[in-house]
DNA sequence: GGATACTCTTGTAATCATTACAAAATTATA
DNA sequence: TATAATTTTGTAATGATTACAAGAGTATCC
């Protein structure tokens, strides 16, 4: 339950908080920061902005949620889920996760680096965009 | 040579944009459009940022280059380079490239999907940084 | 419970990278 | 050389993110 999970990382299970973290963990939807608040806004009136941004940066450090920076104009967000990658369709704009076990990647140029995060994002076009094409 | 290999891109090899594209090629930097303004301005004072903006926009549709966006708060630059992937110290910042078989990875689960690019970017401390901290 | 201190939220203003745009300069075509 | 097309430039507009301070909420102690 997201309420304990975020005592577990040591946040303060705040009401802003637990709706930002359910909403991430529901819709598996890599959104921005104003589609998160565009739909939590109407549950909670009074949400500002800056809150959602505070919330992210909050959970970013405790490395609840992660980054992702496929296009460089948009900033999207994800909960933190390890062997995933992320693939974004340049007709629908939709970002498509799938499982990929980047760790059996062998990079022994990196042998002395200590890496702490890995990131994988691939472009191209759906299935279903694919499908319309033709 | 780089005008030629321009022109093999249908691309006018106009004064600035050789200008450009030997900065990226010598400098294997990354680096930002400020950096490329700051430092083609002292060769090149009528230059503005704008024409950087404008060239790269020329060199990424021709995929002469490719974005690197590892920071969401800093868009830059690279030739483009099969199989290479990116890793950024936490510490010092810097960039470095590596070599990285992202192609012998298998991501059935796309087998619908065209790919048409492949970023993997990893974050972490580099060696040098590792040491100061021993 | 109530006073006090601490934390979180909010709204507005500031910042900064990028884009839009139109005029000036350059280059190509005839 | 005249004319048209393209490129460059400088400035203004845009838009996402951050800074900041006041207000609201929460915790602690008596
Ligand atoms: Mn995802
Ligand atoms: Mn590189
Ligand atoms: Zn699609
Ligand atoms: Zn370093």
Redesign the pocket.
Known sequence: MVHEYLVKNN??P????VKVLEYLLDKQNHP???EIYNDLVKE?P??????????L?LFLQANLVRLITIE????RYDVNIPNHGHFKCEECKEIYDFTIDIDGVETEELSQFKIKEKSVYYKGICPGCLNKKN
């Open positions: 946040i303060k705040l009401y802003n908080r921005t920061v104003d909670l009074t949400l500002s902005k800056t809150t959602v941004y505070n919330t940066k460089d104009n948009e900033t």
